[in-house]
């Protein structure tokens, strides 16, 4: 699943239990996820 | 608003054996602080008087007759309310925990109590220790003892604020992302997080047991090795002599961890740097090469483990929340396995970088935190011109050591022109906090730019080794006539112990991240 896809999916989830407060901590996990699979220490199955 | 001239714990200790005090006017004198002072600070949730009295009585007859417990013999302390003691309820400052209480002591209790410690109340403390302000607990907000308007900091916000107020001549904290050191830093305390695994966490409530440590903190490096040693079942180990400061090498990790610095800051951090250099120390910069990864690794270990742990009371009693905690909790939910495991990877790279940092040094040396203690209800703070989220610029330069599990330490390091304390950290190598505590015995008075709080050792005030620091004299302690916090006063009720009063739930404070790009 990629970053955008987990955060819409996250965003309706959270719509859909009552609590739209998440939005932006939701998009600031994005942001923490984002950088943390484009660090250098991340397996990579071709290598 | 009275603030601490009281004692330390080495020189209480002194004069518990010569006679010129007893426990329970030590004790005493911290009672009268709480009922004085702790209606405005909101710092204890629960006051243990009349056990506190029974402890220091019992100690000072053991004094008496020859049993020596060794250095916290009849000390009283604080203790932060996220830590069994038997009998009485561990609130996590939530009312998620109404009606709990505690079967037993918590490990480390357990050897506070074996060296003598004297346990005068629970601290408060931010919810569940989710938080560095202090601010959202169900009992309201602690308050700084230097400014009543500001945050002390958290989440060991009350710890630190007790001892500063002169309730405690120290306390008990946990720190999963700094929770001890920062509060350390914004009340102008001492703060231990010792190595990850060495103060059992059992019997406190977690916040993520991948992070989460046990330390205390005092008001001088010398009582805070002593708490640190009772807290590992060593009570009768003193304070090691510190080695000398000339030929010590320190490091500082420039990058990331001084880019962002308040100026006053920063001018307290270089200027206690410079002093260090003159009196000997070698004091070279580093750099850790993924310290832009060290928020995302903190934050998708620790926010996935807390989500863990309060899963089923977040479906079942998410109203009993204070809604900042809870929409971080919930957040936390949504950390998938595979960037769980991505962090646990980072969390091993940056382990190797702080092993590697301290191969050459003795000491890493950075500010602990990079603003003073920030106002009440303020979700952003000014920072060299630039709006910055508060939650994120407290948390900035301790979590790493969280994550790492290296020991680091918070001292007292000058303070800003509204007389707000600043703080200087120091980190060592894993599973040597000793070493640590010898080199902040050794820096502790160059850091502060104040004679050495110990007395007999020099200090840049004080002319050098042999020039004596300050002896700890007169501070009215004796004074104290019996105090009453009998029947019904807002700490009376059984045992002397009672829960205060909760305050209704504050006006939440807008969360960071509404208003500004945030690290979570």
């Known amino acids: 699943m990629t970053i955008d896809q987990w955060l819409q999916a996250a965003l309706a989830d959270a719509d859909r239990r009552g609590l739209p407060a998440l939005k932006p901590l939701l998009e600031a996990l994005a942001r923490a996820t984002r950088a943390l699979r484009a660090a250098d220490f991340n397996d990579d199955a071709t290598k | 608003m009275h603030m601490n001239t009281a004692l330390t714990i080495e020189e209480f200790g002194r004069k518990l054996r010569a006679r010129e005090i007893t426990s329970e006017q030590m004790t005493e004198q911290c009672l009268q602080r709480i009922e004085a002072d702790n209606a405005r600070l909101n710092t204890f949730i629960l006051v243990l008087a009349d056990q506190a009295r029974r402890q220091a009585r019992e100690a000072d007859r053991e004094i008496v007759s020859g049993h020596d417990r060794g250095p916290l013999h009849g000390a009283p302390i604080s203790i932060k309310d996220l830590i069994d003691i038997r009998g009485v309820p561990t609130t996590a400052a939530s009312r998620v925990r109404e009606g709990h ?82 509060p350390a830093a914004a009340c102008g305390t001492v703060g231990l997080k010792p190595s990850h695994g060495e103060v059992s966490i059992d019997g406190v409530v977690p916040m993520s047991r991948t992070f989460d440590h046990v330390g205390p903190l005092a008001q001088t490096v010398a009582d ?122 980072g969390r091993e790279v940056l382990r190797r970088e702080v092993d590697a940092a301290l191969a050459q040094h003795d000491a890493l040396v950075l500010p602990t935190m990079p603003i003073a203690a920030p106002l009440i209800g303020a979700n952003t703070v000014m920072v060299s011109g630039s709006e910055q989220p508060v939650r994120n610029m407290m948390l900035r330069l301790t979590q790493l050591f969280n994550v790492t599990g290296h020991p680091a330490l918070a001292v007292p390091c000058g303070s800003t022109s509204a007389g707000l304390p600043c703080s200087m950290q120091l980190v060592g190598c894993r599973m040597q906090t000793d070493a640590l505590l010898r080199v902040a015995l050794a820096c502790e008075s160059y850091i502060a730019g104040t004679p050495s709080p110990r007395s007999g050792l020099g200090g840049p005030m004080s002319g050098g080794p042999a020039g004596g620091g300050i002896s700890g004299g007169g501070t009215g302690l004796m004074s104290g006539g019996g105090l009453s916090m009998g029947s019904g006063g807002r700490m009376s009720g059984i045992d002397g112990c009672s829960i205060m009063e909760k305050v209704a739930a504050k006006t939440e404070p807008e969360l960071e991240v509404r208003s500004l790009k945030s690290e979570v």
């Open chain 2, 224 to 345: 805070a090795c002593l708490v640190y040693h009772a807290l590992l079942g060593d009570s009768g180990a003193i304070a090691p002599a510190p080695m000398p400061v000339s030929g010590l090498r320190l490091a500082v990790p420039r990058k990331y961890f001084c880019d962002i610095l308040d100026d006053e800051v920063r001018a307290q951090f270089d200027a206690s740097l410079e002093r260090l250099r003159e009196a000997g120390a070698r004091v070279d910069d580093i750099e850790i090469h993924h310290a832009a990864d060290i928020v995302p690794v903190y934050v998708h270990i620790s926010f996935a483990d807390a989500a863990t742990y309060h899963a089923a009371t977040l479906e079942t009693m998410a109203e009993r929340y204070t809604e900042p905690v809870r929409l971080r909790l919930e957040a936390g939910r949504y950390v998938q396995a595979e960037d769980y495991v991505r962090a646990l990877a």
């Open chain 2, 101 to 182: 209480i505690a079967e037993r002591d918590a490990p480390s209790i357990t050897h506070l109590r074996q060296a003598g410690a004297v346990v005068v109340g629970k601290t408060n403390l931010h919810e569940f220790a989710f938080g560095t302000t202090s601010e959202d607990s169900a009992f309201g907000p602690v308050r700084n003892p230097h400014d009543p308007s500001r945050s002390p900091g958290g989440s060991s916000g009350g710890s630190a604020a007790s001892i500063v107020a002169g309730m405690a001549l120290a306390s008990v904290g946990t720190d999963t992302g700094g929770s001890i050191r920062i």
